[in-house]
Every structure is written in C-alpha cells, then in structure tokens.
C-alpha cells in the first residue's frame, strides 16, 4: 500500500445534496481521552490540560467540509486519476500533470512561503479532478484549510454581498484568509471592467498574505495558430488576455504553471 494512503483511514467522502461531504468511519473509543477530546499532561510538574489527539481527525473532516466542494467532485483522488491513455505504452502527458501535481504537494509547507499551481488546457483533460485530489490531500495528511470555488460562483457570491450592503473588502475575506485558495475555471465569465477589478483585488491581497493559489483554466497561455489550413480564424483568447496583464503578472511570479493535455476523460471511449 502507498504509505500516503494512512491518512485516508477512518473518514470517507459523498456526495450529499450540492456538496462533497466527509464523514467520520466507526471507531473505538479512544483510549488515551476516553472520548472526552481532553488529555491531561504533565509538563514541568504542573498537569496541563489539551486536545486529544484522537481529535485531528474530525478537525480535518471539519476542514474538508468547509472548503465547499461541489459534489460532483467527491470521487476524485490522486489514485483515480487515469494516467494512461489507449494505445500508449510510454508516458503520457496526464502521466506529467499528475506528477507534477504530486510534487507540489509534496514541497508544500503548512505555514511556508508556498508557491501556488495553475493547470491549464484544453477542456475534459483533468484540471478540476487533480485540483480537488490536492485539495484532499493538503486537509487530510497535512491539516491545511482550503476554499474552492468556480470563478463565476465568486463573481456572483461577491456581486451578491455587495447587493446586501456588505463592505467591498469584508465580501473578499473567506476568500483571502485560507492558505490555499482553488479557483476553477480562471478567466471564465462576461470579462468585465468590474469582474477584472474583483480579481485583482483579490490576487493583489493574497499575494501580500502569501497565500497560495491553485487553479485551473481552459484558456492558454499563448495566442495559438489557426487550426484549419488556409481558413483564417482569430485566435482563441489568452488567459493572459482574460486576466489582464496586473492579474497574470503577478500570478507568472507566485505560481507553477502545469500544461495538463492527453485525452478527453469526458468521452466514453478514452476511459478505460
């Protein structure tokens, strides 16, 4: 068994209603606390009194909860990742993102200067199921709080809050706080003057907190060349283009750039 996989006992994730949603496995009492979720300690000659540590586990599951997954997602893993691809002996480029994805995780460091991680490629090659597998893991093996969100759900959470009344900077601070935050679907939307304004707020205040950004988008890196030859066509549009050159400046300084391709995993016939 791969020695990562020790952290996975005890818990399990469904999907229940909108949202994947852990739970807590059967367990024995604890031993150590009896249940209580306090220890007692004894340190310099004066008893202490702390957190079990039978209590980390639902302090994760607590934390996975809140990162609010959609459900369509509970079943992705770094284990139910496809890395191989029909008639492909060799490596695989779903093979490349899934390791380089691996080594992010492996460097991160609760509470380090982290860099963040952006997979970008075509549509139906994997960018949102290895983004919640690392979501998994960074909250189970390594206790670290995430938020996720689509960015169109953001724009309209914000747009939402600021139609309560709530203050602009207030409306942006579940999104700021978390260590790392998972945006997917980076540069989707209407693109708008106040969409671009929205994300450069928030880019600009978790690049001064240090925060982590993992995310994922459809759209390159590049302008691309026409596909069909002789047929003039405009060149697909640039996250670049979508973000805006403050935005993408400063996510080419704090993030590592992941070119996820290989097949379509939405067509029936490339699984396998």
Known sequence: MDPRADWEQGWTVRQEGAWAVARMLPRPPCAACGDTGRRAVELDG???????????????????????????????????????????????????????????????????????????????????????????????????????????????????????GDPDRTTLTPYVTPPVLVIDELGKGRNTDWESSVLDELVSRRYNARGALLGTTNFPLRATAARRPGIAEPPAATLPERLGDRVFSRLRETVTWVHTAGEDHRVPSSRH
């Open 46 to 164: 004066a008893v202490r009194f702390g957190r079990c540590r039978c209590q980390m586990l639902p302090d994760r599951v607590a934390l996975f909860n809140a990162a609010a997954i959609p459900a369509r997602h509970a079943p992705c893993t770094m284990d139910s990742f496809v890395t191989t691809e029909r008639g492909t002996a060799g490596p695989t480029p779903a093979a490349a993102a899934w390791s380089a994805v691996r080594a992010w995780l492996d460097d991160y460091r609760p509470g380090g200067d982290n860099r963040g991680l952006v997979l970008y490629g075509e549509p139906g090659r994997g960018k949102t199921h290895l983004a919640v597998a690392a979501c998994r893991e960074l909250v189970f093996r390594l206790g670290v709080a995430v938020r996720f969100v689509e960015f169109s759900h953001l724009v309209a959470d914000i747009r939402d809050a600021i139609g309560r």
